[in-house]
Protein backbone atom coordinates (compact mmCIF):
# COMPACT_ATOMS: atom_id res chain seq x y z
CA UNK A 1 0.00 0.00 0.00
CA UNK A 2 1.37 3.34 -1.05
CA UNK A 3 0.73 6.61 0.65
CA UNK A 4 0.36 9.98 -1.09
CA UNK A 5 -0.63 12.58 1.98
CA UNK A 6 -0.90 16.59 1.13
CA UNK A 7 -2.98 19.21 1.15
CA UNK A 8 -5.93 20.69 -0.86
CA UNK A 9 -4.07 23.73 -2.83
CA UNK A 10 -0.92 25.20 -1.36
CA UNK A 11 -1.38 29.17 -2.04
CA UNK A 12 -3.02 30.42 1.01
CA UNK A 13 -1.51 33.55 2.21
CA UNK A 14 -1.89 32.86 5.61
CA UNK A 15 1.13 29.99 5.03
CA UNK A 16 3.71 32.54 5.11
CA UNK A 17 5.43 32.98 7.86
CA UNK A 18 4.50 29.69 9.39
CA UNK A 19 4.76 27.45 6.40
CA UNK A 20 6.48 29.23 4.12
CA UNK A 21 9.45 31.49 5.20
CA UNK A 22 8.43 35.06 5.42
CA UNK A 23 11.12 36.46 3.15
CA UNK A 24 10.06 33.42 0.40
CA UNK A 25 8.97 35.13 -2.78
CA UNK A 26 4.96 33.54 -4.42
CA UNK A 27 6.62 32.17 -6.98
CA UNK A 28 8.70 30.06 -5.28
CA UNK A 29 5.84 28.57 -2.57
CA UNK A 30 5.37 25.77 -4.81
CA UNK A 31 8.72 24.53 -5.18
CA UNK A 32 8.75 24.70 -1.04
CA UNK A 33 5.90 23.03 -0.54
CA UNK A 34 6.67 19.95 -3.34
CA UNK A 35 10.13 19.45 -1.09
CA UNK A 36 7.75 18.52 1.89
CA UNK A 37 5.40 17.01 0.40
CA UNK A 38 5.16 14.20 -2.50
CA UNK A 39 1.28 15.14 -3.28
CA UNK A 40 -0.79 17.84 -4.44
CA UNK A 41 -4.64 18.61 -4.94
CA UNK A 42 -5.32 20.90 -7.47
CA UNK A 43 -7.92 22.45 -5.96
CA UNK A 44 -7.74 26.09 -8.35
CA UNK A 45 -9.17 23.88 -11.27
CA UNK A 46 -12.26 23.95 -9.81
CA UNK A 47 -12.75 27.50 -10.15
CA UNK A 48 -10.71 27.58 -13.28
CA UNK A 49 -10.24 25.46 -16.06
CA UNK A 50 -6.65 24.60 -16.15
CA UNK A 51 -4.35 26.38 -18.72
CA UNK A 52 -1.73 23.86 -19.86
CA UNK A 53 1.16 26.19 -19.28
CA UNK A 54 1.22 26.04 -15.12
CA UNK A 55 0.39 22.54 -15.30
CA UNK A 56 3.74 21.86 -17.26
CA UNK A 57 5.57 24.77 -15.04
CA UNK A 58 4.47 22.62 -12.12
CA UNK A 59 5.08 18.96 -13.61
CA UNK A 60 8.87 20.46 -14.33
CA UNK A 61 9.42 21.84 -10.64
CA UNK A 62 8.27 18.90 -8.55
CA UNK A 63 9.85 15.62 -7.89
CA UNK A 64 10.10 12.74 -9.78
CA UNK A 65 7.66 10.86 -7.50
CA UNK A 66 5.83 13.65 -6.97
CA UNK A 67 1.97 12.91 -7.79
CA UNK A 68 -1.05 15.83 -8.51
CA UNK A 69 -4.54 14.63 -7.59
CA UNK A 70 -6.84 17.41 -9.81
CA UNK A 71 -10.35 19.05 -9.37
CA UNK A 72 -13.14 19.06 -12.08
CA UNK A 73 -14.01 22.49 -13.02
CA UNK A 74 -17.35 23.04 -11.00
CA UNK A 75 -18.77 24.26 -14.37
CA UNK A 76 -18.99 20.30 -15.29
CA UNK A 77 -19.72 19.42 -11.60
CA UNK A 78 -22.22 22.05 -10.57
CA UNK A 79 -23.34 24.17 -13.30
CA UNK A 80 -23.77 21.93 -15.88
CA UNK A 81 -24.16 18.89 -13.87
CA UNK A 82 -22.38 16.45 -16.43
CA UNK A 83 -25.29 17.29 -18.96
CA UNK A 84 -23.99 18.42 -22.28
CA UNK A 85 -20.65 18.34 -20.53
CA UNK A 86 -18.81 15.62 -23.25
CA UNK A 87 -16.92 18.17 -24.88
CA UNK A 88 -16.09 20.25 -22.27
CA UNK A 89 -14.90 17.37 -19.61
CA UNK A 90 -12.61 15.72 -22.84
CA UNK A 91 -10.68 18.67 -22.95
CA UNK A 92 -10.41 18.87 -19.58
CA UNK A 93 -9.05 15.22 -18.97
CA UNK A 94 -6.95 16.29 -22.49
CA UNK A 95 -5.13 19.37 -20.92
CA UNK A 96 -4.55 17.45 -17.99
CA UNK A 97 -2.67 14.28 -19.29
CA UNK A 98 -0.84 16.60 -21.60
CA UNK A 99 0.45 18.35 -19.04
CA UNK A 100 0.30 16.21 -15.92
CA UNK A 101 2.01 13.10 -18.14
CA UNK A 102 2.98 10.13 -15.70
CA UNK A 103 2.49 12.83 -12.62
CA UNK A 104 -1.00 12.59 -13.24
CA UNK A 105 -2.87 10.99 -10.04
CA UNK A 106 -6.68 10.69 -9.39
CA UNK A 107 -9.28 13.38 -10.68
CA UNK A 108 -11.62 14.61 -8.65
CA UNK A 109 -14.98 14.95 -9.18
CA UNK A 110 -17.31 16.93 -6.29
CA UNK A 111 -21.07 17.23 -6.56
CA UNK A 112 -22.90 19.74 -4.67
CA UNK A 113 -24.74 19.40 -1.78
CA UNK A 114 -28.68 20.00 -3.96
CA UNK A 115 -27.57 16.61 -5.63
CA UNK A 116 -29.48 13.29 -3.95
CA UNK A 117 -28.97 10.22 -4.79
CA UNK A 118 -30.81 8.42 -7.42
CA UNK A 119 -29.79 5.59 -10.17
CA UNK A 120 -30.11 8.60 -13.01
CA UNK A 121 -27.54 10.24 -11.76
CA UNK A 122 -25.22 7.59 -10.94
CA UNK A 123 -25.46 6.00 -14.24
CA UNK A 124 -24.97 9.75 -15.58
CA UNK A 125 -21.52 9.84 -14.06
CA UNK A 126 -20.87 6.58 -15.32
CA UNK A 127 -21.63 7.65 -18.57
CA UNK A 128 -19.42 10.43 -18.81
CA UNK A 129 -16.21 9.45 -16.93
CA UNK A 130 -12.77 8.39 -19.23
CA UNK A 131 -11.83 4.99 -17.70
CA UNK A 132 -8.60 5.39 -18.63
CA UNK A 133 -8.19 7.77 -15.80
CA UNK A 134 -8.55 7.22 -12.37
CA UNK A 135 -11.78 8.74 -11.77
CA UNK A 136 -13.00 9.98 -8.16
CA UNK A 137 -16.74 11.25 -6.89
CA UNK A 138 -16.86 13.35 -3.53
CA UNK A 139 -20.86 13.80 -2.80
CA UNK A 140 -22.29 16.22 -0.46
CA UNK A 141 -25.23 14.70 0.15
CA UNK A 142 -25.64 12.01 3.34
CA UNK A 143 -27.89 9.38 0.30
CA UNK A 144 -25.15 8.72 -1.59
CA UNK A 145 -23.50 6.69 1.20
CA UNK A 146 -24.71 2.90 0.49
CA UNK A 147 -23.94 -0.24 -0.72
CA UNK A 148 -25.36 -0.02 -3.93
CA UNK A 149 -23.37 3.19 -4.86
CA UNK A 150 -20.24 1.53 -4.13
CA UNK A 151 -20.73 -1.46 -5.65
CA UNK A 152 -21.96 0.22 -8.73
CA UNK A 153 -18.75 2.85 -9.08
CA UNK A 154 -16.65 -0.51 -8.31
CA UNK A 155 -17.34 -1.81 -11.31
CA UNK A 156 -16.26 0.69 -13.18
CA UNK A 157 -13.28 1.41 -11.55
CA UNK A 158 -14.40 4.69 -10.03
CA UNK A 159 -13.31 5.38 -6.72
CA UNK A 160 -15.71 7.10 -3.86
CA UNK A 161 -14.16 9.50 -1.93
CA UNK A 162 -14.29 9.42 2.00
CA UNK A 163 -14.68 12.85 3.90
CA UNK A 164 -14.39 14.14 7.15
CA UNK A 165 -16.80 17.14 6.86
CA UNK A 166 -19.71 18.09 9.23
CA UNK A 167 -22.89 16.35 9.07
CA UNK A 168 -21.80 13.85 7.00
CA UNK A 169 -20.42 10.10 7.50
CA UNK A 170 -16.85 10.03 7.94
CA UNK A 171 -16.05 6.34 7.04
CA UNK A 172 -13.60 4.85 5.24
CA UNK A 173 -14.82 3.76 2.10
CA UNK A 174 -12.86 1.11 0.24
CA UNK A 175 -14.37 -0.06 -3.10
CA UNK A 176 -11.69 0.16 -5.14
CA UNK A 177 -7.97 -0.52 -4.70
CA UNK A 178 -7.50 3.25 -4.33
CA UNK A 179 -8.78 5.04 -1.38
CA UNK A 180 -9.02 8.43 -1.26
CA UNK A 181 -9.69 10.76 1.71
CA UNK A 182 -10.41 14.44 2.23
CA UNK A 183 -9.88 16.06 5.64
CA UNK A 184 -12.50 19.17 5.76
CA UNK A 185 -11.88 20.05 9.27
CA UNK A 186 -14.49 19.03 11.70
CA UNK A 187 -16.45 20.60 13.81
CA UNK A 188 -15.61 24.00 12.15
CA UNK A 189 -15.37 23.84 8.26
CA UNK A 190 -11.94 24.36 6.79
CA UNK A 191 -10.44 25.73 9.94
CA UNK A 192 -10.61 22.82 12.93
CA UNK A 193 -6.92 20.65 13.38
CA UNK A 194 -7.64 17.09 13.59
CA UNK A 195 -6.22 15.21 16.77
CA UNK A 196 -3.26 12.55 16.68
CA UNK A 197 -5.69 10.13 18.08
CA UNK A 198 -8.19 10.76 15.28
CA UNK A 199 -5.33 10.26 12.68
CA UNK A 200 -4.06 7.48 14.41
CA UNK A 201 -7.63 5.73 14.28
CA UNK A 202 -7.71 6.67 10.30
CA UNK A 203 -4.83 4.34 9.52
CA UNK A 204 -5.84 1.52 11.60
CA UNK A 205 -9.19 1.31 9.55
CA UNK A 206 -6.65 0.73 6.70
CA UNK A 207 -3.72 -0.99 7.71
CA UNK A 208 -4.71 -4.53 6.97
CA UNK A 209 -6.43 -4.84 4.34
CA UNK A 210 -5.53 -6.35 1.20
CA UNK A 211 -7.49 -4.89 -1.59
CA UNK A 212 -6.22 -1.09 -1.21
CA UNK A 213 -2.72 -0.05 -2.97
CA UNK A 214 -2.61 3.44 -3.45
CA UNK A 215 -4.19 5.86 -0.46
CA UNK A 216 -4.39 9.64 -1.16
CA UNK A 217 -5.32 11.80 1.89
CA UNK A 218 -5.93 15.43 1.47
CA UNK A 219 -5.86 17.78 4.30
CA UNK A 220 -8.41 20.84 3.26
CA UNK A 221 -8.39 22.61 7.04
CA UNK A 222 -6.29 25.56 5.66
CA UNK A 223 -7.16 28.45 7.47
CA UNK A 224 -4.00 29.12 9.75
CA UNK A 225 -1.89 26.09 8.29
CA UNK A 226 -4.03 23.52 10.08
CA UNK A 227 -4.13 21.23 6.98
CA UNK A 228 0.26 21.56 6.88
CA UNK A 229 0.41 20.31 10.85
CA UNK A 230 -2.22 17.44 10.36
CA UNK A 231 0.04 16.45 6.93
CA UNK A 232 3.04 16.63 8.51
CA UNK A 233 2.10 14.91 11.57
CA UNK A 234 0.36 11.98 9.08
CA UNK A 235 3.35 11.80 7.09
CA UNK A 236 5.70 11.35 10.00
CA UNK A 237 3.55 8.45 11.20
CA UNK A 238 3.12 6.59 8.52
CA UNK A 239 6.90 6.70 7.91
CA UNK A 240 7.38 5.22 11.17
CA UNK A 241 5.07 2.34 10.51
CA UNK A 242 6.64 1.51 7.66
CA UNK A 243 9.91 1.38 9.71
CA UNK A 244 9.07 -0.91 12.84
CA UNK A 245 6.21 -2.99 10.71
CA UNK A 246 6.80 -6.63 10.21
CA UNK A 247 6.89 -8.36 7.09
CA UNK A 248 4.17 -8.31 5.24
CA UNK A 249 2.51 -5.54 6.57
CA UNK A 250 1.20 -3.01 4.07
CA UNK A 251 2.97 0.39 4.89
CA UNK A 252 4.91 1.94 2.19
CA UNK A 253 5.29 5.00 0.20
Same mark, same amino acid.
Given at each position: ?????? &???????? $?????? *??? #??? =????????????? #?????????????????? $???????????????????????????????????????????????? *?? #????? *?????????????????????? =??? @?????? $?? =??????????????? &??????????????????????????????????????? @?????? #????????????????????????????????????????????????
Amino acid at each position: MKWKIG &CSGFHYED $WQGIFY *PAD #LAR =NKWFEHYSKEFKT #LELNVTFYRFPQLKFLQD $WYTKSQKEFRFSVKVPRQITHFKQLKESEALLKDFYDVIRKGLKNKLG *PV #LFQFP *PSIHYSKEFLQRIIDNVDPSFK =NVV @EFRHHS $WW =NGEVYTQLAKHKITF &CGISYPNLPADVIQNTSVVYYRFHGVPELYRSEYAQEDL @ENFVMD #LHETTKVKDVYVYFNNTIQAAAIRNAEWLNEYVRELKEIAPDGMVFGF
